[in-house]
């Protein structure tokens, strides 16, 4: 299916209760043709009303990150989230919003077929990696599945909440860095 299509079914999806209370599905933004993906939790009050992810004040932080490895949006990689829509409260996602959900994500992968994934912060992290994953302990470390290589990084609203984290964070993305240069082909 062609991304622009899957784009339109998933901005009209109603599977989970997340659609009554949403502004703007958040499909996702970047290149179609990136061979790295970044995956967040879920999108917030901000995202919820621009439709966009990460542009709150985490997704400045995540574009300093970013930048730093000459990584942006418009340009090389494409940002998603493991729910569309808005939780209210920004709590966590259910098990069923997820489930209901994944399959866009599943598309996303099908149709991008990124070479690196990287989950920012747990619940992309325990949902994409593995259940039991510990990001404060196993983040910045690569984990292979099916010839993707997966990363978890700490979410960059845990580094607002707690800066004194920053330098893992920054730690994780020249790693980052050293594995799109053995590994990609035209990222940078
Ligand atoms: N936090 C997330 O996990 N995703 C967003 O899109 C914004 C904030």
């Not at 179609?32 to 879920?42: H, K, S, Y």
């Not at 995202?47 to 574009?63: A, H």
């Not at 992309?124 to 599945?145: C, M, N, W, Y």
């Amino acid at each position: 299916m062609d991304f622009e299509i899957l784009k339109q079914e998933c901005l009209a999806c109603r599977k989970c209760g997340l659609c009554e209370t949403r502004t703007n599905v958040v499909f996702g933004m970047g290149v179609p043709t990136a061979e790295v993906m970044f995956i967040g939790e879920g999108p917030g009050q901000n995202e919820d009303e621009q439709g966009l992810p990460f542009v709150g004040r985490s997704g400045k932080l995540l574009d300093q990150y970013l930048e730093a490895v000459d990584l942006y949006r418009d340009k090389n990689i494409f940002i998603a989230n493991i729910v569309k829509c808005r939780p209210p409260q920004n709590r966590d996602p259910l098990p069923e919003e997820r489930e209901a959900c994944l399959p866009w994500l599943r598309e996303q992968f099908r149709i991008i077929r990124p070479k690196i994934v990287v989950c920012l912060g747990r619940i992309a992290a325990q949902q994409l990696i593995r259940p039991d994953l510990s990001v404060t302990k196993e983040h910045g470390q690569f984990f292979e599945k099916n010839g993707v290589q997966f990363m978890a990084t700490l979410h960059p609203a845990a580094l607002l909440r707690n800066p004194r984290q920053k330098p893992m964070a920054f730690e994780d993305f020249v790693a980052l860095r050293e594995k799109i240069n053995q590994i990609c082909d035209h990222t940078y």
